[in-house]
Antibody, heavy 119, light 107 residues
Framework: EVQLVQSGAEVKKPGESLKISCKGS????????IGWVRQMPGKGLEWMGIIYPGDSDTRYSPSFQGQVTISADKSISTAYLQWSSLKASDTAMYYC????????????WGQGTLVTVSS | EIVMTQSPATLSVSPGERATLSCRAS??????LAWYQQKPGQAPRLLIYGASTRATGIPARFSGSGSGTEFTLTISSLQSEDFAVYYC?????????FGGGTKVEIK
């Protein structure tokens, strides 16, 4: 069974750094793109970027390029989303997603990690 | 960036009735279009990919159609568990965008 299990909720202050994680299991982690989707409170879905753990090829949405860093450690089947300096506007639910690159869709979703940034 | 526009924003439907949701792309995305369902407090779930192929385990009352710039998700006979928000998503040249969503609510 394919599973994406994300790290727990975070409460941070503006300016702090953060790295959240997503562990994949039940499939070949290095054979599928894995990415992140943001959902701000009461809003829709926004694609942030994806990484291919097999070779670390990474693609970002123009809206998030330079704002976050996506990485992966294939030795432990885990993907990461990282901020160097959080803003209040980063408060959102973040979903880890497996991307099927063929017809191009997100076939599995993690349970979400709620990030709250508040002073 | 390709903009995906979903309509209507809210659709009020009685159980057992048919629901038709629309998604329009600002330029052609061929058949690279997927639909997702999201219930309150849950992660989204894949319903349709390739514009018209149901994902594993999705009931036959869900169907997708269209290509190019105009797409439709049809729920033939709404069940109580189908009241949710539905999103379309396109892929084009390593850029992906979601529509703003359609909320299907009980009439």
């Amino acid at each position: 069974e394919v599973q994406l299990v994300q790290s727990g909720a975070e409460v941070k202050k503006p300016g702090e750094s953060l790295k959240i994680s997503c562990k994949g299991s039940g499939y070949s982690f290095t054979s599928y793109w894995i990415g992140w989707v943001r959902q701000m409170p009461g809003k829709g879905l926004e694609w942030m970027g994806i990484i291919y753990p097999g070779d670390s090829d990474t693609r970002y949405s123009p809206s998030f390029q330079g704002q976050v860093t996506i990485s992966a450690d294939k030795s432990i089947s885990t993907a990461y989303l990282q901020w160097s300096s959080l803003k209040a506007s980063d408060t959102a639910m973040y979903y880890c997603v497996r991307f099927y690159s063929g017809p191009h869709y997100f076939d599995y979703w993690g349970q979400g990690t709620l990030v709250t940034v508040s002073s | 960036e390709i903009v995906m526009t979903q309509s209507p924003a809210t659709l009020s439907v009685s159980p057992g009735e048919r629901a038709t949701l629309s998604c329009r792309a600002s330029q052609s995305v061929s058949s690279n279009l997927a639909w997702y369902q999201q219930k309150p407090g849950q992660a989204p779930r894949l319903l349709i990919y390739g514009a018209s192929t149901r994902a594993t385990g999705i009931p036959a009352r869900f169907s997708g159609s269209g290509s190019g710039t105009e797409f439709t998700l049809t729920i033939s006979s709404l069940q109580s568990e189908d009241f949710a928000v539905y999103y379309c998503q396109q892929y084009n040249n390593w850029l992906l965008t979601f529509g703003g969503g359609t909320k299907v609510e009980i009439k």
